[in-house]
Nanobody, 131 residues
Framework: QVQLVESGGGSVQADGSLRLSCTIS????????MAWFRQATGKEREGGAV???????NYADAVKGRFTISQDSAGKTLSIQMNSLKSEDTGIYYC?????????????????????????WGLGTQVTVSS
């Protein structure tokens, strides 16, 4: 059973930086996709960034150039470095994972960012950006 636990959330001033981590356990699949989503109060969950087991990434336009998704070489931690934070980045940030039987597909990787069709989800960590 895959388990995902987010950490690193907190409060930060606008233009500041924050790094979130997601501890991964039970993910034994050779091929997979992992992502960070966020949800602001009263809004739908939206994708921020996705990475697959080959290391390829996609970013939502709202975070492109400011956020960087990465995974450690052991595959045990997913991170997202968030720079130049804005008040609209406030929300609960979730880590998500989905496995695949085949080599990662760039079309699927891109679509996962918007359809949120991930099998596993963490419980989230709060990020608050004050202006």
């Amino acid at each position: 059973q895959v388990q995902l636990v987010e950490s690193g959330g907190g409060s930060v001033q606008a233009d500041g930086s924050l790094r979130l981590s997601c501890t991964i356990s039970g993910l034994t699949a050779r091929y997979y996709y992992m992502a960070w989503f966020r949800q602001a109060t009263g809004k739908e969950r939206e994708g921020g960034a996705v990475i697959d087991s080959s290391g390829a990434t996609n970013y939502a336009d709202a975070v492109k150039g400011r956020f960087t998704i990465s995974q450690d070489s052991a595959g045990k931690t997913l991170s997202i470095q968030m720079n130049s934070l804005k008040s609209e980045d406030t929300g609960i940030y979730y880590c998500a994972a989905d496995t695949s039987l085949t080599w990662p597909d760039p079309v699927r990787r891109y679509s996962l960012l918007y359809n949120a069709d991930f099998e596993y989800w963490g419980l989230g960590t709060q990020v608050t950006v004050s202006s």
